[in-house]
Structure formats: structure tokens, C-alpha cells
């Protein structure tokens, strides 16, 4: 878990870190097009993009979109990210788990990644 921490200087020897709640500084977007900026800093052997895409859970017809994906430079390989902030129930990030690991994967979803990345 990350945290962001405000800093105060006491004295010349002494800071005081102060724990800041994130979501009040940022929404998921933003969240999303930090991660997106430095995700291949973290991952060099993968391509990041957002992924725009609705994914449909076979086992209910539920929809949901993840937000990022990484692919695999030799597109041997890919992940989809979903980027949460603390303000949803447990319940939402659940049913976007389940959506995306049942998830109909289609050509539409590979012409897709390919396409965002030749861009």
C-alpha cells in the first residue's frame, strides 16, 4: 500500500511526517495516467496503455472495464490493471475481479491492445 506523506520541518535536525489521506488529492484518472507515465519504468519488458475496452463476465453477462494493461514487448504475454482508490465498497472491487478473471477475450481485445500501441 502507498502512502503519501506531508513533511514539516521542527528544527534543523527534526522532521514531522504527516500521513495524507491520497484519494483527497487525486481521483483514479489521475492515479491511472501517473501509473500509466511510469509503468514501464517498473515493468521495461512491457508496453503500458490504458485499456478502454468493456470486458463481459461469461458466467452473469456483468460488465466492466479495466483501466490499464501491461503487454509484453514480444506480445507473448499481457495483464489487465484495475487502479482502485479507497472509496469504493468491497463488494465493487470484487465484482470487477470477477468480471475480468471470467471475461469473454475476443480478437477485438488483441486488435485493440495492438492498435493503442502502433499509435
Not at 54 to 59: A, C, D, Q
Not at 61 to 86: F, Q, T
Request: glycine share 0%; charged share 25%.
Amino acid at each position: 500500500m502507498a502512502k503519501l506523506l506531508s513533511t514539516q520541518k521542527i528544527s534543523r535536525e527534526l522532521n514531522w511526517y504527516q500521513e495524507i489521506q491520497s484519494s483527497s488529492f487525486y481521483n483514479e484518472a489521475d492515479l491511472d495516467r501517473v501509473l500509466l507515465f511510469n509503468m514501464e519504468v517498473f515493468f521495461p519488458e512491457f508496453y503500458s496503455l490504458l485499456f478502454n475496452k468493456e470486458l463481459i463476465n461469461r458466467t452473469n453477462g456483468r460488465k466492466n472495464k479495466p483501466d490499464l494493461a501491461l503487454v509484453k514487448k514480444d506480445y507473448s504475454d499481457w495483464y489487465i490493471i484495475e487502479v482502485e482508490l479507497n472509496r469504493h465498497p468491497i463488494n465493487h472491487i470484487f465484482e470487477q475481479f470477477h468480471t475480468f478473471y471470467n471475461a469473454i477475450y475476443t480478437d477485438e481485445h488483441a486488435n485493440y491492445i495492438t492498435s493503442v500501441r502502433l499509435k
